[in-house]
């Protein structure tokens, strides 16, 4: 197995720089200095005075007080961490997510599609960086310690071949072992300060000194890999917005305004994904206790809230709803990506290529064009063959 | 897109591809003048219910279209667009209406 491991430093003040532009200085992460809470990140120059993650907030400001101290974000920064994995769901299927601004791809087979690993790792960091606007070190390995490892000294790519893990882990700490503080310090008394000097030990005397635990030790210092795979990632195929309305809901206007805000949530959750949605369904709760739902499916994928609204209240206004509604949930489904098909061959000089090589086999083929591409005609002509016309490619 | 080689109401040089908004012609048994029962790809089913008609005239000012459209549920369940074509009195299914 071929381990890719995306770390992103100081994700959650990469996020925040994002979201608010110009912040400047040292930066700590967590509330202001008088919360009874945790520092969650602080920027390079908030560490150069002593900051750390963890740290209460109280002694960051004796530490660096001239810092700047932003309150964390309603919800942490998951969503932003959600939207990056989903991202990188573009290159591999197995996706692992170890913690925020940690996650392992499994590449074994994705980096043939991108004619190495060095180039995989080159795209991912760009995608990164051009989407999500976050730097990040990508590492590859045959473990996800060796990736993670290769990860935090990758500038930003750094790619340890198969063979060479030994050569590559020789010269770290042991402080990059998940050890305990114990068997640390008995490492120590054995003067074994780097991963190289445990590797060259045999894996029998690591078993007999530290059992179970010195077995794994000798294994990871040797870049060995381990057994359990990356499991695949559910791909989100779904966007769901609840509400329950203050009053009961008793006329079309009142609806109309409450469905019209939840789409609007749903729509901004859409636009963010990148997606378009195609099914639509919607389930009412009524004051009698009844539940209405109905389905509908559009024409074309969509993400705008309009032409929703419009068909989600013309199949509200053919359900027999007899009492007020106190609440509906509203989910999207049939996601694809927004402008797929128009992005097709964009940017793609070789796709373009090959689609003139097939029109040229084609037309000798055949002896007249036989490429053509759709587009839309007359919008709104009554005969529907008429609403899309044939061009000539 | 499709290349078909069923007669449709297509014509000129992109006579052999054929849109999926295409008219395809079929045979419907219409004694009454409402379909009773449908052939498509040499396959006869039965009406169940006529659930729509409606007629759309146009171009009367150059070749004049006149059909008469029926949206039909056929015992097999499906459910199929139908048009008759008032001038020629040919029938036709509507790939995508």
Redesign the interface.
Known sequence: MRVACIAIPHFPLQVEKQLCRGLEGPLVIGGTPFDQAPVIDCSDQAGERGVRPGMPLSEASHLCPEAAFLPMREGGYDDAWEQVLYELGAFALRIESAQVGLAYLDVTRSSRFSKGEGRLGAALVAMLDRVCGLAAGVGMGNSRFLARQAAYRASPVLVIPPGTERRFLAPLPLDVLPLDEEIKERLALLGLTTLGRLAALTCAHLSSQFGRAGRSLWEMAGGIDETGRIPKRPRRREVEKEAVADAPLETMDRIEQAVGGSLDAACAELAKMGRSCRKIRIALSLQSGDRLECSLVMKRATDAKRGMLERVMSALSSLPIESAITGFRLSLSGLSRTGEQEGLFKGRPGLAQKLEGVKEYLSARYGEPTLFRVEEGEKDARLPERRYVFREV | ?R?CRREG??SG??R??V?P???ERIEVYAPKGRPEAVRVRKRQTRVREVLNVWR?D?EWWRRP?S?LYFSLELTSGARVTVFEDLATGAWYR????
Request: proline share 5%.
């Open positions: 897109m290349v109401m297509s040089r992109c052999g591809i849109s908004y295409e008219p759309i146009e279209v059909r509507q790939g995508w209406v």
